[in-house]
Structure formats: structure tokens, C-alpha cells
């Protein structure tokens, strides 16, 4: 299949370029765009063949709930893109989580993670490792202090996503790294919220990253998907024979959009950065936002850090607004171009008040612990004009501080 005309090395370009032509992998037919290979399984000429594809002894695909070229080809895209030596899709951002814990786990091991975790990464973490024997710590993530005493003689692996959900929260992985590694275990990072554009947990130290494709990758809210990246060796020791047998596979079509979502992800995010930072600024100086939670501003609490491992201060801004939840509601209510949605990382703008939706299923202590107070709402910055966006938010802000009208009016 590959096309010996053109052979560069993919590793000698540069991020954009490895986004249009990394991995692709081209038929007889010469197409320009990648192929979607809707195939279960493959043809063997002979049973010598299928008998060496079986053994690992000669190339070429088996079947597709763990090799399809179209799964394949976003694949080596998305391990040139993250600077990984190997990666595997699957069907959705859990089942990579889920897959790079438990492929790596097994009874009487320990797992440390940070608390603020998205809600299903604690479900795994909290409840279904624990059924299999694994038992789970939470910290307090930008507190290495808690990190090296979590430590255990049997902690196996740890657990992290930077910046946090929802309020942004930015954990030293380098550090935690560095912690995690004497202990001799694995760190796996969630690297949903910066997206592959503006932080290389690898590169600072992390053994593996798992992303939600669903989000800034797929980025137009179409479909579900996962990727986990590590080194051939992780992949081929931890990753690969858990996905085989029992089967989150990414479908070839999801794989397909989502390769072609990689061609404009630079530009997606560059895009929403910017525009995540204008309006950060803009509404940091509202009177009518009590705090404003934005890892690309002075003011955040872990803004050397941010500064050290992320390239900018990603797509996703956190406000409180003053009131409460009766302000809150009101104002996203108010809202025309920006919807009310759970999701993220999309070119539409959404918002999303976490006490209620997201981390409703948190004990109320648990989300005090996290900073998640019934003000607090979360923006995913989309692709519209900022200046739509920022009038949008201010159009809303002023409705939702007018007097309520008495039932007698
Ligand atoms: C940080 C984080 N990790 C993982 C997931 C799970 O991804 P998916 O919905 O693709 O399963 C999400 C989804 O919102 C998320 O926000």
C-alpha cells in the first residue's frame, strides 16, 4: 500500500505538516484523501499466509477489532503528532482510560490519583479497580507533598488529568513524574483539556497519555473515540492484548473522521486559544464575575507551572459568577450563540454549570474540596467570532442581574 514516491521521513516535519500526511497509507488507486477501509477481515492468498499474519511472522491485517488500515493510518498520526513510538484507538476516551488502567493492573496492586478527576475516570478509579482487587488513593493534585505520600510499596500505577475538570487546576506532571517513577510505578495522563497542540506529557515525564478523542480531535461533535500513546514496549506489554480480546475498538469510519479532524487541529486550537484567552481577560474584568479560573492568566494559582509544561492556556475558561446558582442558571439561560452542553473541546461554544450536571454525583464535600460552587460554570470556547462570543456573554450577565419581575407585575 505505501506509495514509494513519496517517503520522506514524517519525522523531519513539522507538527501541521505530520497533521496533513503522517501515516497516510495510499491504495493502487492512487487517492489523494485517505481511504475508509469498511472491512471486518482480510484475504489470505494462501494458508501458508494466513498462518505466518496469524504468527506475527508477516505483515498486513488479521482482523479489524485490532488491525484496519483506516484505524491504523490515525493511529501513526496521532503517535507522530504526541511524539509516541506506538498508539492504539479505541471506541471512546473511556475505553482508553479504562484500557491503559486496567491492561496494566492486576489484583493487589495500588493506584494513586488525583481527585479532580472527570466523573467516569473515578468511577474506574473509585469503584471498578477496587471490585478487582486494585485498591485506589485520591490527592490533592498541584500538592506533590501528597503524591509521594500516597506512595506505596505495591503502588503500581498513578493517575492524572492537567488541567483539571472543571476548575482548572494545573498538576506539576513532571513532578508527579519524577515522584511515581522512584516509586517505581507508571504515570497515565490525561491530556483531554490541553489537547495534543499545547502539552507533551510524554515528554515531561509521562509513561502514557490517553485522550478523548471525542473531544478537540474529533472537535466538530460528531463522533467518539480514544487514543492511548506509550512506548512500543508499554503498548506491546500493557495495551495490546487487553484491546485485542476484549474489543473497544475504534470503528474504521470514526477513524477515518477523525483523521481528517487531524488535518485542521492546529488551526481549531490555535483558534479557541486565543479566543479562550481574550475572553478570560474580558470577563476577569466584570463586575459581575466573582473569579475567573483561566491557566494562561497571571492570576491562576498554579500559573508557574502552566508556564513550564503548557504551551498556552488551552481552549476552556471557568468563571464564577456572583450569586449563585440562581445567577448562574440565569445566565447561561440568557445565553443565544453559546449552547448548554457537557461536551468540550467542539467549534461550537458550550457551556456547562459542573454542580449540577457533571459532578452532581459528588458528595457535597467532595465538591467543595475541588472549588465547584454552585456559581461556578465551565465555557468550551468554540470557533465563532470572539466578539460574538464576548457580547453573547455580557448580553446574558446583564439579563440575568435584571430584577425578576414579581408574580404580581
Ligand atoms: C477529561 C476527560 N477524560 C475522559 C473523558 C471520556 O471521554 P469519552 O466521552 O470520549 O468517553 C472525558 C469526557 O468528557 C473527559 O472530559
Known sequence: MANPRKSRDPQTLRPATRLVHGGAMRSQFEETSEALFLTQGYLYDTMAEAEARFKGDAPGFVYSRFSNPTVAMFERRMALLEGAEAARATA?????????????????????????????????????????????????????????????PNTRCAFLESPTNPTLEVIDIAGVAEIVHAGGARLVVDNVFASPMLQHPLKLGADCVVYSATKHIDGQGRTLGGVILASEAFINEHIHNFLRQTGPCLSPFN?????????????????????????????????????????????????????????????????????????????A????????????????????????????????EQRAALGIGPGLLRLSVGLEDVDDLIEDLVQALDKAAEPRRSAAE
Not at 496492586?109 to 485506589?136: I, K, N, Q, T, W
Not at 477513524?255 to 481528517?260: D, F, G, I, R, S
Not at 486565543?274 to 500559573?303: E, F, M
Not at 498556552?312 to 459568577?321: N, P
Request: aromatic share 6%; hydrophobic share 45%.
Open 92 to 152: 471512546s476516551g473511556m475505553a482508553a482510560v479504562t484500557a491503559a488502567l486496567m491492561g496494566q493492573l492486576k489484583a493487589g496492586d495500588h493506584v494513586v490519583a488525583a481527585r479532580a478527576l472527570f466523573g467516569s475516570c473515578l468511577y474506574v478509579v473509585e469503584e471498578l479497580l477496587p471490585r478487582f482487587g486494585v485498591a485506589s488513593t485520591l490527592v490533592e493534585g498541584a500538592n506533590l507533598a501528597a503524591w509521594r505520600a500516597a506512595m506505596h
Open 333 to 364: 439561560d440568557a445565553l443565544s450563540i453559546i449552547g448548554i452542553s457537557n461536551n468540550l473541546g467542539d467549534a461550537k461554544s458550550l457551556i456547562t454549570h459542573p454542580e449540577t450536571t457533571t459532578h452532581q454525583r459528588l458528595k457535597p
Open 255 to 331: 477513524a477515518w473522521v477523525m483523521l481528517k479532524s487531524l488535518e485542521t487541529l492546529p488551526l481549531r486550537v490555535a483558534q479557541q486559544d486565543r479566543s479562550a484567552g481574550q475572553i478570560a481577560d474580558y470577563l476577569a474584568g466584570h463586575a459581575r464575575i466573582a473569579r475567573v479560573l483561566y491557566p494562561g492568566r497571571a492570576d491562576h494559582p498554579q500559573r508557574a507551572v502552566a508556564q513550564r509544561q503548557m504551551a498556552s492556556g488551552g481552549t476552556l475558561v471557568a468563571f464564577e459568577v456572583k450569586g449563585g446558582k440562581r445567577e448562574a442558571f440565569a445566565m
